[in-house]
């Protein structure tokens, strides 16, 4: 599917801040000031990393989304500073081991290169052996036999892993990927962790579907909170930093609309501000 990576970058964004049926969250808003962060100064702070602290695998998953888009095309770029923050945290291995299998799905599909019947495969081909693999595993297993969501996430949860979510919301996506709004209903009806797979799944079908073919009526239903609103704002200004251009200005509480052209092209406009041209009074 021939999506634009700005679309993917607006879809990522808006299903990270779509949990809690659009509610504001802790995690929205560390997904709203890490993006921001990352538009100015291209880096995380120190006392932006600590704020991961407390946090499970599947949490990280969420709050990275900014960092993962922005580092995507370069795995050595993306392992590095992932690894940075897996240190500063003193976290175990394995939690960098699993941030790095969910960067890597996000980057696959960044690329036009997740293939949905064989990401899982992909996945365990190349990564190293963690608790989340084992997980995947199951779920490719759980899939071929078309079991309900329901058992998988008895099965699943038994165990009380703390990357079981990401496992439920891989299941979820891969279940109807194409369909963003079958994806999030069925990790809304997860009992377990309901709001985090949500979150996830949304994430996952977001980035792979991109913005555009999130359905009008789903975007128009939830909460319209002030982080949802600038979602998009904060979304395309991290991808023109991602490409090099510097914002033309960081996203606040009111989106801003511009447009540049040459003087005498475009009469102003009191809602819209053109660059090239003086304001009037």
Not at 120 to 137: A, D, P, V, Y
Not at 144 to 163: A, C, G, N
Request: glycine share 4%; aromatic share 6%; charged share 15%.
């Amino acid at each position: 599917m021939l999506y634009s990576t700005l679309s993917r970058f607006r879809g990522a964004i808006w299903g990270s801040l779509t949990g809690a049926s659009g509610k504001s969250t802790r995690l929205s808003e560390l997904v709203i000031s890490q993006s921001k962060n990352l538009i100015e100064s291209g880096a995380l702070t120190t006392d932006q990393v600590q704020s991961l602290a407390d946090l499970t695998i599947s949490q990280m998953a969420v709050a990275t989304i900014p960092l993962i888009l922005f580092s995507h095309e370069s795995t050595q770029l993306l392992t590095s500073k992932l690894t940075k923050i897996v240190t500063k945290l003193e976290q175990p291995a394995e939690t960098l081991a699993e941030l790095l299998i969910w960067g890597k799905i996000i980057s696959l599909a960044l690329t036009e290169k997740l293939q949905p019947q064989n990401l899982i495969k992909q996945i365990l081909t190349t990564q190293q052996s963690t608790g989340l693999t084992e997980q995947l595993e199951k779920v490719q297993s759980y899939l071929e036999q078309d079991m309900s969501l329901h058992q998988v996430v008895y099965r699943l949860s038994r165990s009380k892993q703390p990357q079981t979510a990401i496992a439920l919301a891989i299941y979820c996506f891969l279940f109807s990927p194409s369909d963003f709004s079958l994806c999030t209903k069925r990790a809304a009806q997860s009992t377990y962790q309901p709001e985090i797979t949500q979150t996830l799944t949304a994430i996952l079908a977001g980035v792979y579907n991109g913005y555009h073919n999130i359905p009008l009526q789903l975007r128009l239903s939830l909460p319209q909170n002030p982080q949802l609103q600038i979602s998009i704002t904060i979304a395309t200004q991290l991808y023109a930093s991602w490409c090099g251009i510097t914002p033309t200005g960081l996203a606040s509480e009111q989106p801003v609309t511009l447009a540049i052209a040459k003087p005498g092209l475009i009469q102003p406009r009191e809602q819209l501000k053109i660059i090239s041209q003086p304001e009037t009074k």
